[in-house]
């Protein structure tokens, strides 16, 4: 899969996230979404209006909160993700802890817990700030946002539907973000486009 990075460079004199050209300042579902540039883990950078015509899942995670480990220990989100990259989608990680918080880490870091736990994501950004978080709304960790080829937002909310932190739940659950690329690659519209996030908070600086 090839994806346009912009060069260290440029992320050193751009901010953390700057809202480009694709739509609106705040993700709103069927609607453009708000473009930013930011650091990655590896020490280059994405600018996301680069991956116009992918479709793109945006992935909140903090390796520390117990929602989020419950679906890396199983092995869940990993599998979502390969079988995801697998069609063709854009898999990026969004890491919008604080500095002192939960789950603050740096881009080596990132990439070592991600080799640890089995995480193959296209790529991770760093966003300590937690300007992206704002930006899109963000509220837990994991929170899951679909972006279509055309740049418009098919999907925000939670990976399934049974909101706790016990691995034995996963199997019982309707796994909400499975069936959104199901549907999308077949050509059809999201049925289940807005479901209810479920994970630990965003670890705000002020939080």
Known sequence: MSIS??????????????????????????????TFTAPTADGSGLNLASLKG????????????????????SGNIPAVQKEAIAKGFVWLQVISSAPGKQGYVDGA?????????????????????????????????PHIYIINPQGILVYKGGIDSIASNKPADIAKADNY?????????????VSQSNTKPYGCSI?????
């Open 5 to 34: 990075w912009i060069n260290r460079r440029t992320i050193l004199a751009a901010t953390l996230a700057c809202v480009a050209t694709w739509g609106h300042a705040h993700a709103q579902l069927d609607q453009p979404v708000p």
């Open 54 to 73: 992918k479709t793109v899942v945006l992935e909140w995670t903090n390796h520390e909160c117990p929602y989020v480990r419950k679906h890396y220990s």
């Open 109 to 141: 870091t990132a990439i070592k817990v991600n080799a640890e736990r089995g995480s193959v994501p296209t790529g991770t950004i760093l966003d300590p700030k937690g300007d992206i978080a704002r930006l899109y709304g963000a509220q837990t960790t």
């Open 177 to 189: 973000v499975r069936a959104a690329i199901g549907e999308l690659v077949a050509g059809k519209v």
């Open 203 to 207: 670890k705000y600086a002020d939080s």
